[in-house]
């Protein structure tokens, strides 16, 4: 029996190609990361190199992060949502939804625990056109997520559904906080900004109806004290997020609230690199009370440790 016939060696498809002296002496010199650090450092190298730019070292970066959080890092707490009540009458909460402006409304039944749906502000218009309207009727189906869940599984959860909003719960079921797909975008992309965001350095401070303040974070302390008749000084940061976070020793975190007198500071938007927007308002005289004692505290526990 003739021996089948064997082609010449590195001919066939499957053949690799033999890989050269200075290839194999590279690898030696320069192996590829074997861990996600590893990648980290490479692609931080090839930004300091000019390989890649800022931007997209960051948003690299942010995938790295979404893989790692869950809905109960990035969720707006159940304190800060912005929901209405199927039984209120229409023309009592539409100033509600202006104000806010948001493009989507938790709508709830007897308790915050019982989400009934979602209103699109949209379908507001059609109360001034039907007379037959009912809030109930324009209600989307609420989609409810634990804690725990992923926010790349979520992300992928949002583009198949075509969903724009999740209801977190708690392991009881109540519910946590709420998660929609630009909470998840930002943390790649960074903020996004929309209509009701801020245009150019003149709009940094916005005076909201209800006389509190949106202030950017980036807003330079200098302009803050002018606006405010404060004193703030800080030497290590130029910005009022700066100030925050030198004074915590850590990036504020979305809904956190911070008094540093004569001013009550709550962080309305934040991802896992920097604080955008700040929600301030004159510190009630309760609130200076309880930040003094807070700070007696901490200045005991220093000198207990020394």
């Known amino acids: 029996m003739n021996a089948p016939h064997q082609g010449k060696p590195g001919k066939g498809p499957a053949a690799e190609k033999p890989r050269s002296l200075l290839e194999r002496l590279s690898d030696l010199i320069s192996p590829e990361p074997e861990s996600r650090d590893e990648l980290l450092k490479t692609l931080q ?7 890649i730019d800022a931007d997209a070292l960051s948003m690299i970066e942010g995938v790295f992060q979404v893989g790692e959080m869950c809905a109960r890092d990035i969720m707006v707490p159940r304190a800060q949502i912005d929901a209405i009540n199927v039984a209120d009458a229409v023309e009592s909460f539409m100033p509600f939804v202006q104000q806010t402006a948001h493009s989507r409304f938790p709508v709830y039944e007897g308790s915050r625990d019982n989400i009934i749906g979602i209103l699109l502000a949209k379908d507001l218009l059609r109360f001034y056109t039907d007379e037959d309207f009912d809030l109930r009727d324009m209600l989307r189906p609420a989609v409810f997520i634990p ?12 583009r198949g559904n075509r969903n724009h909003i999740a209801i977190v719960v708690d392991e009881y079921g109540g519910v946590a906080g709420i998660v929609t797909i630009e909470d998840v975008l930002e943390q790649i992309v960074g903020d996004i900004e929309d209509e009701y965001d801020f245009d150019d350095e003149a709009d940094n401070i916005f005076a909201t109806p209800d006389g509190k303040h949106r202030v950017r974070a980036l807003t330079e302390i200098e302009q803050f004290n002018a606006s405010f008749q404060t004193a703030y000084e800080d030497e290590a940061a130029d910005t009022v997020g700066g100030l925050l976070a030198n004074h915590l020793g ?3 975190r979305r809904g956190e609230r911070v008094i540093l ?15 955008h927007v700040l929600l301030v308002t004159r510190a009630t005289p309760a609130q200076l009370r309880a930040a003094e004692l807070q700070e007696r505290a901490a200045r005991e526990d220093e000198s207990g440790d020394a």
């Open 250 to 252: 850590r990036l504020p």
């Open 45 to 51: 190298d090839a930004h300091a190199r000019n390989l």
């Open 261 to 275: 007198p004569p001013m009550a500071f709550e962080v309305l938007r934040a991802d896992a690199r920097q604080v």
């Open 147 to 158: 804690e725990s869940k992923r926010l790349n599984v979520l992300l992928r959860d949002f």
